[in-house]
């Protein structure tokens, strides 16, 4: 019977392997934000008019990128305790023959709509990088033709 709860464990686990690569992947991307934090901090008390206005502009932005990763990377994290939640329900009901079905599919439930809700969050914040990355139409000039 173990085997068979070993082989139940087996797709939570695999859930568990996708959100470390998930938070991997926010986790580079909230180091590069907080760089780019830091160099617009510096550039704040060095700038006036329009630049300085630019550079508000977008430690705003910055600003809103880590809040929202913050969030998301807190979500994944539960998600993971509710997997690893999950996987100890299998064990421990296979162990002292308790029925935790339910529980456990509750845990799996909620740690897959954390998850959800954490790429929700994700998309959140690419699309924020792209609303702050797009180049001013003057710069593109769109009236020539080359």
């Not at 070993?6 to 859930?15: C, D, G, N, T, Y």
């Not at 470390?20 to 550039?43: C, H, N, P, W, Y």
């Not at 008390?45 to 329009?50: A, D, P, Q, S, W």
């Amino acid at each position: 019977m173990i085997a068979q709860t070993i082989q139940l464990a087996l797709a939570p686990v695999f859930v568990m392997v996708a959100i470390g690569s998930i938070l991997a992947t926010l986790s580079m991307r909230l180091g590069r934000i907080v760089d780019r934090s830091r160099e617009m901090q510096a550039l704040h008390g060095k700038t006036e008019g329009v630049e300085h206005d630019m550079v508000v502009s977008e430690i705003r932005s910055l600003d809103r990128r880590i809040a929202v990763i913050g969030r998301a990377i807190l979500l994944l994290v539960l998600s993971g305790l509710s997997i690893g939640t999950t996987v100890v329900l299998l064990f421990v009901e296979e162990i002292i023959r308790v029925d935790l079905q339910q529980l456990a599919a509750g845990t799996f439930i909620l740690a897959i709509g954390l998850l959800m809700i954490a790429l929700l969050l994700f998309l959140m914040e690419t699309r924020e990088a792209s609303r702050a990355l797009r180049i001013p139409r003057e710069l593109l000039e769109l009236h020539r033709k080359l």
